[in-house]
């Protein structure tokens, strides 16, 4: 009777296939942030030159660094498809649609992520200032734009992280509470384009809750993502 109960409820093909797609999840997230980190850093060099009238001089001395900024940008893309795949693999269940519908929203904000690297690559090779400030500001703008959609996938994805029975309650609060930092900064940016001393502040309550929430998460999708 008990061998009968546990196939019903749980196929045994399906316990392995959840388990990869929250090891490909996770695997992907930590890499993720491994390649964002030197890109982020990049492009705020750029802006910060930018904005100091020295964008030009910054592109000529740090051109293959700008093209690795561009490349790290779409192997991100690629990346975020790849999540979003993995944890709607991981997720899914009859009758809760939360979970595809974070999924393309991920889905989307790659999209816009994928369009940014393409503004921010008509600077490189670029001889004049305005070419190489336009790119850094268009890059700003549309990465803004980015994170409002990244806001909403994690949003969506917190309430269906609360909502499976697979997965502790805490892991979906914290990446609720990412959600709603990147969501208060995205807007910010797009509001309020030069947001002074809260810059700062944004940036670090952002890079604090997506660090335990996302990090987090994936770690502990490494560890027991998947399993019965």
Not at 131 to 147: E, H, K, M, P
Not at 178 to 187: I, L
Not at 192 to 219: K, N, Q, R
């Amino acid at each position: 009777m008990t061998a009968t109960t546990a196939t019903a409820s749980t196929p045994p093909a399906a316990v392995p296939a959840r388990r990869r797609a929250a090891l490909i999840a996770g695997v992907s997230t930590l890499l993720l942030a491994a390649v964002g980190m030197p890109a982020n850093l990049i492009t705020l060099q750029l802006a910060d030159a930018a904005a100091a009238g020295g964008a030009l001089a910054w592109a000529e001395g740090s051109a293959l660094a700008l093209r690795a900024a561009v490349l790290a940008i779409v192997v991100a893309s690629a990346l975020d498809i790849v999540i979003a795949w993995a944890l709607t693999r991981l997720l899914e269940r009859p009758g809760d649609e939360l979970p595809r519908l974070a999924g393309w929203l991920r889905v989307a904000y790659a999209a816009a992520f994928l369009v940014s690297s393409g503004i921010l690559a008509t600077g490189i090779g670029a001889a004049d200032e305005a070419t190489i400030a336009a790119a850094s500001t268009g890059f700003g703008s549309v990465w803004s734009i980015a994170l409002v959609l990244f806001a909403a996938h994690l949003l969506t994805l917190g309430l269906a992280l609360l909502r499976s029975p697979r997965i502790p309650r805490l892991l979906g609060a914290l990446i609720l509470a990412a959600g709603g930092s990147y969501a208060v900064d995205g807007v910010a940016r797009i509001l309020v384009p030069e947001l002074g001393p809260a810059d700062g502040v944004l940036t670090t309550a952002v890079a604090i809750t997506s660090i335990v929430g996302e990090i987090g998460l994936a770690l502990w999708l490494l560890a027991r993502g998947g399993r019965r």
